[in-house]
């Protein structure tokens, strides 16, 4: 089965909300987004999706040739895993990759320009990003690219074994909890508004 794109966006916009609000580790904590999109789809009868995790980048603008959000071994490090060392989670259903923290783009470049005086563009921050694994394209296409959008999702066996055999790769009581929550507000069209230690965030 595969996941239709209103599906997506209702899960997609329920993680970013509580994530935004909640995430102690707000722009490394892919595993948590990536966790948080199985759990949501498996109660939307989507069963068949799996936490990837491997090497991953994205061009954010066509002109700045520096505009490259990168979670790559062949390129600049930008943010680290938790478990350190650098590397990306997202999920896959059949041929579908599925990324609920590209909304990030923005966050992850100003912090790295804050580090070294940078002014990255940034005109390509999708909320989410939900295509074709055939799609994807080779790392050094993407770093080298001419246009905003294009993205690369390489999948690394050893990387994603190590992830899902972590004992701390699991969703707690509380945020699933909050997540179908929040889940079900954005389900029935209501605007939620919600409150944590990072800020408030709406459901819109």
Not at 19 to 41: E, N, R, V
Not at 186 to 191: A, F, L, S
Request: charged share 20%; hydrophobic share 40%.
């Amino acid at each position: 089965m595969k996941i239709p794109e209103e599906i997506a966006a209702q899960v997609a916009t329920a993680v970013r909300t509580l994530a935004t609000t909640a995430s102690s580790h707000l722009g490394t904590d892919c595993i948590w987004h990536a966790l948080a999109c199985q759990h949501l789809l498996a109660r939307e009868g989507i069963n068949d999706v799996r936490l990837v995790a491997g090497y991953a980048a994205w061009r954010v603008d066509g002109q700045d040739p520096g505009a490259v959000v990168c979670h790559h071994r062949e390129g600049s490090v930008l943010a680290s895993g938790t478990g350190g060392f650098l590397f990306h989670a997202w999920v896959s259903c059949g041929g579908q990759v599925f990324d609920a923290t590209t909304y990030q783009f923005r966050q992850k470049l100003a912090a790295l320009d804050a580090a070294d005086g940078g002014r990255t563009r940034v005109t390509w921050c999708p909320e989410y990003l939900l295509v074709d694994s055939k799609d994807c394209k080779p790392w050094r296409s993407v770093r080298d690219g001419l246009r905003a959008g294009l993205f690369c999702y390489d999948a690394v066996p050893a990387i994603v074994a190590q992830v899902t055999n972590h004992p701390d790769t699991q969703l707690d009581a509380e945020a699933i909890t909050l997540l179908e929550q929040v889940h079900a507000h954005v389900k029935d069209g209501n605007t939620l508004v919600v409150f944590g230690p990072n800020g408030v965030a709406a459901t819109e």
